[in-house]
């Protein structure tokens, strides 16, 4: 059973890795190609909140919705983000930012 699970998350990774996207300064690209042509440069994990501030969604709540807004404002989660040289990042799920830390890729790129 432990090797069926290790299949199936290899598979969602390679999905998720060439899943393609149109970026304004390379192109429609993966992410697997933007590694693998030396697009990347690094990598980082930012905090960020849960939710973003809408202020036409805020006010119109009631008192005891925007106490729970407010709270989910203050709740902060990790976003993991691939830097290319033009100093722009892209947010990228964790499995892409785990392949790239762990690629021959990321050895000779910059942390912040």
């Given amino acids: 059973m432990r090797t069926n699970l290790s299949q199936a998350n290899s598979a969602r990774q390679q999905k998720a890795l060439n899943q393609k996207y149109c970026f304004r300064d390379y192109g429609i690209k993966s992410f697997l190609q933007l590694i693998e042509e030396g697009i990347i440069t690094g990598a980082k994990i930012t905090m960020e909140p849960s939710v973003r501030y809408n202020r036409i969604k805020y006010n119109r709540m009631d008192w005891n919705e925007q106490m729970a807004y ?43």
């Fill in 70 to 112: 407010e709270q989910k404002l203050n709740t902060k989660v990790k976003v993991y983000n691939l830097c290319t040289s033009k100093d722009s990042s892209f947010t990228v799920p964790k499995m892409v930012y785990d392949y790239f830390i762990a690629s021959e890729y990321s050895k000779k790129c910059q942390f912040v």
